[in-house]
Structure formats: structure tokens, C-alpha cells
């Protein structure tokens, strides 16, 4: 990130949108194709229901959800510059699925690109969205976080199944002149030691579709979910930890701390560890469970319609995810 003293202006996030799908599973479902039940699921999770796209693609999805932005701003979608969607399933390898949602949404003067980065996509979309319009090159960036999980997932494996769920959620940016406002600060990490801890094995150029990799069941997710709790909860904790020590910020100093939802145990920690109250801590994931990419904007989006964030609140997200990647980033709500 650009240092302190050379930033003339920072990007602001000046508009929501989210798009869940109608069709809901409930705990209770999985109790009849798995062998689980309600409560080992929402004491392990905080999970209680989840959504699922029947038609339909992560496309499909991240258009509805810049749709429901365009409604709430005066910006029309051929002036955005630039589409970022961040993304694990997408449409297809390739073209990108920005391209997709560009022709979906008719932003015919933008240019996109995907950014694979997992349960902290939407954390390196959104930094990498606010480096383009720091830059002073761009004016308007779609940040988009999506991701239709059920795509992916064995509803035949009870360690996994219960957790996905399917949503898009969308933020603009602009450039705020007013460096009280926007996004202020960030903390980004890669380290590829994880990389068998969580992941889609087949699919790609290592072990490309094959019959066997069908019948192998290789195409959904695997997770060791043991292994990827232990460094969650240490790496999202220490993260935003260290993050707001990195700005001075004191937890009374924090409006909300806006985690990843893939845990409620995970979220609780970090919570715990920065010293901020429950009350202050976003939480949705006993709607949505985790939606991987779309976790974080889907929160934004519904704390900010509810009236629950207001303009001037200091905001810490954080995540964590496959790869492994996790990070924190600090910013002040721009939006009255
Ligand atoms: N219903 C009932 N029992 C289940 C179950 C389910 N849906 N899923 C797993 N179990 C069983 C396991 O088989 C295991 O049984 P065993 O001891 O006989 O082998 C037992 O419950 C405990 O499993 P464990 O993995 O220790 O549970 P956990 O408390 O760690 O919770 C997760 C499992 C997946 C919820 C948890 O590990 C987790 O949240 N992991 C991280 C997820 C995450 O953050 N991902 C990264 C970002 S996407």
C-alpha cells in the first residue's frame, strides 16, 4: 500500500448490492441425506440454514447482486471502469466471469478480471480495487464477491456439505479526495504450505477432467477441517490484531469488526483477541453459512441497510481461506 504522506486521495466504498438465491436448506435437510444433525451443526458452525442457486450460474448471481447497486446510486453501469470479481466457481476456467457480468450488466466501457483468492477473495479484490483508483487512473470500480458453492460440493460428505452456501454481494468504489473516509490500510497473505489442506483437486492443467477424476469424486471440495480451524482461528485472530495495533486503533475505537463467515467459533476468537464486544461483530452466517467470496460484502450490505453502520465508523474485515490467504483491512464507511 501506498505510504501515508504520498496518498492524495483513497478509495471509498460508495455503494452496496447483494443477491441471495430463494431456495433454502435448512439444518433439518441435512439430517435426511447425511448422517448429522441440527445441533452438532449449529454448535460446531453457528450454521443454520444456507441458500442454494437451482438455475443458474455465479454469473447470473454477481449481475443480480451489481443490479441491486445500480438501483441505490446514480452511476450507471457503461461508467465503471473496471470489474473485479472475486471467485472460486467461476462460470468456467475460462473466459473470466468479470466478462460475463459485464455483458450481463451492460458496463460496456469497463475492463475485469477474476481474482482467485478463496474465503479472503473479496479482502484482495477490494485492495486490489482501491491500489487502481489510488492510482488516479480509474474513477469507478466494481468490487464483486461471488460464489456458488453447491457447484462444488459432495452432498454425500457430511464434513463439507453443511458448511457452503451460495450469494453474490457487490461494492463500488470511488476516490474520496477526504482521507477520513475509505480504505485506509491492509495486511495481505499468501502461503502455499496450505495448499492440500483445502482445495478442488481435479479441473485444472495438474489433473485435468478425466473419467477418474469423476468417479474419484475429485471435482468437489476437500477439506481438512481440523487443520484449517487451528490456523483460522490463530491467523484471522493475529491478523486484525495486529492490524489495528498497525493504526493505533483501540477496540472502543472499532465501530465493527466485519469477519469471513466460515465459523462462528473462528469469529468469536478473532472478536475475543481484538477486545471487541459481541455486539460488534458483524454476523450472518446462521443465514447464509459460508459463501466463501461473498461473505463479507453480503454483511456490509445488510448491517448498512438495517442502519447499523453509519457514515464515520471505523471498520476492521478479515479473512481467511484456501491457499492458505488471509488478511485485514481497515476502513472509515463513507456512505450517509
Ligand atoms: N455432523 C456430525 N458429525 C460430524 C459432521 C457433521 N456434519 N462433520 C464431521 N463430523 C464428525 C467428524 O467425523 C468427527 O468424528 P470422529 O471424531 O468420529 O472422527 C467429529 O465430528 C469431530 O470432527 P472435527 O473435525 O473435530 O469437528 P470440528 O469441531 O473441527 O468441526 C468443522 C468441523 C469443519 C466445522 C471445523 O473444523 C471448521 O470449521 N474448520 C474450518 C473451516 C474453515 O474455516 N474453513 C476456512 C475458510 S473457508
Not at 109 to 131: I, K
Not at 252 to 264: D, G, I, K, R, T
Not at 318 to 332: C, E, I, K, Q
Amino acid at each position: 500500500m501506498q505510504s501515508k504522506n504520498k496518498k492524495i486521495r483513497n478509495a471509498s466504498i460508495t455503494a452496496v448490492g447483494m443477491y441471495v438465491p430463494e431456495k433454502i436448506l435448512d439444518n433439518k435437510y441435512f439430517e435426511s441425506i447425511v448422517e448429522t444433525n441440527d445441533e452438532w451443526i449449529t454448535s460446531r458452525t453457528g450454521i443454520r440454514e444456507r441458500r442454494i442457486m437451482e438455475n443458474g450460474a455465479t454469473s447470473d448471481m454477481s449481475a443480480k447482486a451489481c443490479e441491486d447497486l445500480f438501483k441505490t446510486t446514480n452511476v450507471k453501469p457503461e461508467e465503471i471502469d473496471i470489474i473485479i470479481v472475486a471467485t472460486v466457481t467461476p462460470d468456467m476456467l475460462f473466459p473470466a466471469t468479470a466478462c460475463l457480468v459485464q455483458e450481463k450488466i451492460g458496463a460496456k466501457n469497463a475492463w475485469g478480471f477474476d481474482l482467485s483468492a478463496a474465503c479472503s477473495g473479496f479482502l484482495f479484490a477490494l485492495q486490489t480495487g482501491a491500489s487502481l483508483i489510488e492510482s488516479g487512473s480509474y474513477k469507478k470500480v466494481l468490487v464483486v464477491g461471488s460464489d456458488k458453492m453447491s457447484a462444488i460440493t459432495d452432498y454425500t460428505d457430511r464434513n463439507t456439505c453443511i458448511l457452503f452456501g451460495d450469494a453474490a454481494s457487490a461494492v463500488l468504489l470511488e476516490p474520496s479526495e477526504d482521507l477520513n473516509f475509505g480504505i485506509k490500510d491492509s495486511l495481505l497473505h499468501i502461503d502455499g504450505a496450505g495448499k492440500n489442506a483445502l482445495y478442488m483437486r481435479a479441473g485444472g492443467s495438474a489433473l485435468p477432467a478425466s473419467h477418474e477424476t469423476v468417479d474419484q469424486k475429485l471435482h468437489y471440495i476437500y477439506q481438512d477441517g481440523k487443520a484449517v480451524f487451528k490456523v483460522a482461528v490463530k491467523g484471522m485472530a493475529d491478523i486484525s490484531f495486529e492490524i489495528m495495533q498497525k493504526n493505533g486503533l483501540k477496540s472502543e475505537e472499532v465501530s465493527y469488526l466485519v469477519p469471513h463467515q466460515a465459523n462462528l467459533r473462528i469469529i468469536d476468537a478473532t472478536a475475543q483477541r481484538m477486545g471487541i464486544p459481541k455486539e460488534k461483530v458483524m454476523i450472518n452466517i446462521d443465514r447464509y453459512g459460508n459463501t466463501t467470496a461473498a461473505t463479507i460484502p453480503l454483511c456490509l450490505t445488510e448491517y448498512y441497510r438495517t442502519g447499523k453502520v453509519k457514515k464515520g465508523d471505523n471498520l476492521i474485515l478479515s479473512a481467511f481461506g484456501a491457499g492458505y490467504t488471509w488478511g485485514a483491512l481497515y476502513l472509515t464507511w463513507a456512505i450517509d
